[in-house]
């Protein structure tokens, strides 16, 4: 059988990202509240999340016309272009507009600087949802590009805009490193750019920690859906240095040969939610040597002794004494093939269990970091409430003022979003589970 192996690194920064976390949030409370909810497109690349939601009686709709005024329509993350709004505002049904804060960002950029006379440059996919919503927002022309040398082909076909005022934006998750190679380009064939960085800053430090995390292992699984534009780019990041999976459940891993892995690192997409997540390691840890107890080794014996014992009794000098020691000898080795059996899955479960915990928790000191965190928002007389969600931890505080964000990365916050004056929510990945429980025996 496939031996386990060694280790599982998980990475910080796996999972839901702020926008998706959002998004689905949005969505959940709207069917809990009980309203009829369609979706502007799939909510997320993530077919699982997708497919509870329908259960859940949310239909996904493609065109405004499908809406209708007894209807809340989300519009998802991606965003949609300004015609698309209208339309939808013109069917009568509410929206409720999910676009990811850092998108819409993008869309304020595109409308407050272009113009018929300012063109405007989007480094990304012109296909992704994303992508068409934001030219939705360009008031004269735009094109797009994915890599440097799409980019030089547009100035080679646009000579005039080597000194023409541009706007140059990018998709939040368009790849760090074909951005840097972009901007040279700009550099070089444009004088009158505005170049406005637009990469999320999750996407950055996602890529950056994959990057890292690929270097030093055998084998790097990246968990996400395959429509998932960020996903995809973590797989690229990562197969450049070691052999590299994209699954979307955890039923794909079973296909997977982990023999020659001492070390398998994991990361996730912003559209995988932590119990894939968490399906995923549980099924990983299952490839384990279980011929090795002694219930195994006396089966194994006992199967060779009816072996011979049977090419003994089918001799035609073998005395009739012959015949019945191996039937009961394949008695014997039924009876303790089902307890072996029995014993042997009982015994890897729990070791199953036991491991998975371990793979999560990756060897960090959850107690540190929660006592960290909790000095770096004022000490406990400031929280005044504490929650966890996803991929996140939220707090509630009596004085906003005494947080500390640079000392919050510093004890592992992936990021910090404060949303009101005396709200904070910490941002852990898929270590925030034992944080939490942690920082719950501290308050």
């Not at 300012?118 to 296909?127: K, Q, R, T, Y």
């Not at 735009?142 to 000579?159: D, M, S, V």
């Not at 950056?208 to 690229?236: F, H, P, W």
Request: with cysteine; glycine share 6%.
């Amino acid at each position: 059988m496939k031996r386990v192996m060694k280790r599982i690194e998980v990475a910080k920064t796996a999972g839901f990202c702020f926008g998706v976390n959002r998004a689905v949030e949005m969505t959940y409370k709207l069917v809990d509240s009980g309203k009829k909810v369609a979706t502007f497109g799939p909510l997320i690349h993530n077919p699982v999340v997708i497919e509870d939601l329908e259960k859940k009686g949310v239909r996904v709709i493609n065109s405004p016309i499908e809406a209708s005024a007894d209807t809340t329509v989300v519009v998802r993350t991606h965003g949609v272009g300004a015609s698309v709004y209208r339309s939808l505002e013109a069917t009568g049904a509410d929206i409720c507009d999910a676009t990811c804060p850092f998108v819409k960002k993008i869309h304020r950029i595109v409308g407050e600087n272009s113009s018929p006379d300012i063109p405007v440059l989007i480094a990304g996919d012109s296909g992704h949802p994303e992508v068409i919503g934001i030219m939705g927002h360009c008031h004269g022309e735009c094109f797009t590009f994915r890599n440097a040398e799409e980019l030089r082909k547009i100035f080679e076909n646009h000579p005039e805009y080597s000194e023409k005022k541009i706007t140059v934006v990018s998709q939040t998750t368009f790849s760090v490193k074909e951005w840097q190679e972009s901007l040279k380009i700009i550099k070089i064939l444009c004088t009158n750019a505005n170049v406005f960085d637009t990469i999320c800053n999750a996407t950055q430090d996602r890529q950056k920690e994959a990057s890292e995390l690929s270097q030093r292992v055998d084998m790097m699984i990246i968990i996400g859906g395959s429509q998932s534009s960020n996903t995809a780019k973590l797989k690229g990041v990562c197969e450049k240095n070691c052999q590299t999976y994209l699954v979307e459940r955890a039923a794909d891993v079973k296909n997977i040969d982990f023999s020659a892995c001492d070390v398998v690192g994991v990361t996730a997409g912003a559209s995988t939610p932590a119990c894939i997540i968490k399906e995923v390691l549980c099924n990983m840890n299952s490839f384990q040597r279980i011929c090795r107890s002694p219930a195994f080794l006396v089966l194994a014996l006992i199967l060779c002794a009816a072996v011979i014992a049977g090419v003994v009794a089918l001799a035609p000098a073998a005395p009739k004494v012959w015949i019945v020691i191996p039937v009961l000898l394949a008695v014997a080795a039924v009876i303790c093939f089902f307890v072996a059996r029995s014993t042997s899955k009982a015994a890897l479960q729990k070791k199953k269990e036991a491991e998975n915990e371990g793979v999560v928790k990756a060897d960090l000191d959850h107690a540190g970091i929660a006592a960290n965190i909790l000095a770096a928002l004022g000490g406990k007389a400031n929280v005044q409430k504490a929650s966890c969600c996803a991929t996140r931890l939220r707090f509630q505080l009596k004085d906003g003022a005494k947080v500390d964000e640079k000392a919050l990365k510093s004890a592992g916050a992936s990021g910090v979003i404060r949303s009101t004056p005396t709200a904070c929510q910490v941002i852990l990945g898929t270590q925030v589970r034992f944080v939490y429980e942690e920082l719950q025996k501290l308050l």
